[in-house]
């Protein structure tokens, strides 16, 4: 195929994979900002290249008119978790998901597979708008922890570099390699309870502190400099204590204050009228 077809049948494979992206990216938005822990912690996605694609085709045996069908990673999504029991929730999310409709999916977290990778796949048809119309196109979800995620990383570049024929001893590491990160998930998970409780605790203070923040500077128009800067001083001190309860009482008590000069302003500006 030449150069220039190539990127044309590969261009909706870019849409795909942009919109995906930006989807998964949204979800977790929405976590944060509902004040939810959010099951997916990074997403990336990839189109597959040329010399990959043609890797594949050439091992699988596969026609060039064949593609699209066959190989199904072309466009790929990779959603890393925290923990071991996001993934389930994840998996659960894209099935319930109208806007992609689920084709297959290969769960090598159960059934680790002889290398030791472990990761859960789902092979969805995602429809994309084009100049030609609506087309669905295939795309390779693969979900997995942060630990699964570091493990295959080294054992893909070792792969490239061995050309698939990793020595025997540089084997051995990588499985137990591939143990030691089953152990990691499972001891992550065992305090994960706590785990999310901080982060849900560091959430919340950081949305105090941006609305604190916020309503100080308003003050600024409206309040005079001295009780601003008393405000500031009070600020910091409760800040330095690290007390979650402290700066929601704070933010509570900085809010009636700015209420009451909001009345004033409006006050003010009725009787100028
Ligand atoms: P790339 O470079 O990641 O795109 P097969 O070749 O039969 O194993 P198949 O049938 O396409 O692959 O499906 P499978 O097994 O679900 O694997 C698809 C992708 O999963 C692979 O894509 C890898 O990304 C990943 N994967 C599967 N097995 C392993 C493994 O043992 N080690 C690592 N590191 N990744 C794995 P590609 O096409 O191999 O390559």
Known sequence: MEIQLWKKRLDPYE????????????????????????PIEQVTGRVKSV?????????????????E????????????????????????IIRARNDM????????????????????????????ETLEGTRKIQAEIQIRTLGMNFWSTIEHSLQYKYEKNIPDHIRERL????????????EMSTVRSE?????????????????????IHNLYYLANKRE????????YKIYELGDLEQLKKFH???DIIAQGYRAQSIEHKGIKN
């Not at 785990?195 to 309503?215: C, F, G, H, P, R």
């Open 15 to 38: 849409l795909a994979v942009k919109e995906l992206t930006v989807k998964f990216e949204h979800l977790i938005q929405e976590h944060k900002q509902q004040g939810l822990y959010s």
């Open 51 to 67: 010399s990959s694609i043609l890797n594949k085709m050439k091992k699988k045996k596969i026609e060039i008119d064949e593609m």
């Open 69 to 92: 069908d066959k190989v199904e990673d072309i466009a790929g999504i990779r959603i890393i978790c925290q923990f071991v029991e996001d993934i389930q929730k994840v998996v659960e």
């Open 101 to 128: 409709e689920v084709k297959e999916e290969r769960d090598y977290i159960t059934n680790i597979k002889d290398s030791g990778y472990r990761s859960y796949h789902m092979i969805v048809y995602y429809p994309i």
């Open 175 to 186: 499985t137990k390699a591939a143990d030691a990160i089953i152990v990691l998930d499972h």
């Open 195 to 215: 785990i999310m409780d901080a982060q849900n605790s560091l959430m919340i203070q950081e949305s105090l502190v941006e609305d604190i923040l916020n309503t």
């Open 228 to 235: 601003i800067l008393k405000i500031q001083d009070e600020f």
């Open 252 to 254: 509570t008590e900085l």
